[in-house]
């Protein structure tokens, strides 16, 4: 069993900074890839990031490639999310996610088996 739980949601401007952290807690966190999802208002959830359970594979939508890096230090058992050139269309509740897919160098989330309670991030224009 894995329990996630976002921090660091808030409101900002367009162009401007966040980062979100997601901490864990459960056995074997270093087994499962992490990831951020996020779901706007009236549109289904869609993938972000993720990285794989060493840190150094990581994949992102597109949307988001070249703005937001996602992180994660196992020795604090947490994940981060930093985004820099927010737009409004980055708004959303952002979810954190795990999936057991062992020590392997892969960062896709296809079926993630737990989510966090989610964080909103509001982008004004």
């Known amino acids: 069993q894995v329990q996630l739980v976002e921090s660091g949601g808030g409101l900002v401007q367009a162009g401007g900074s966040l980062r979100l952290s997601c901490a864990a807690s459960?056995?074997?966190?270093?087994?499962?890839?992490l990831g951020w999802f996020r779901q706007a208002p009236g549109k289904e959830r869609e993938f972000v990031a993720g990285?794989?359970?060493?840190?150094?594979?990581?994949y992102y939508a597109g949307s988001v490639k070249g703005r937001f890096i996602i992180s994660r230090d196992n020795t604090k058992n947490t994940v981060y999310l930093q985004m820099t050139s927010l737009k409004p269309e980055d708004t959303a509740v952002y979810y954190c996610?795990?999936?057991?897919?062992?020590?392997?160098?892969?960062?896709?989330?296809?079926?993630?088996?737990?989510w966090g309670q989610g964080t909103q991030v509001t982008v004004s224009s």
């Open positions: 996610a795990a999936e057991a897919r062992g020590m392997i160098p892969i960062a896709t989330m296809p079926r993630p088996d737990y």
């Open positions: 459960g056995r074997a966190f270093d087994s499962y890839v």
């Open positions: 990285i794989s359970w060493s840190g150094y594979t990581t």
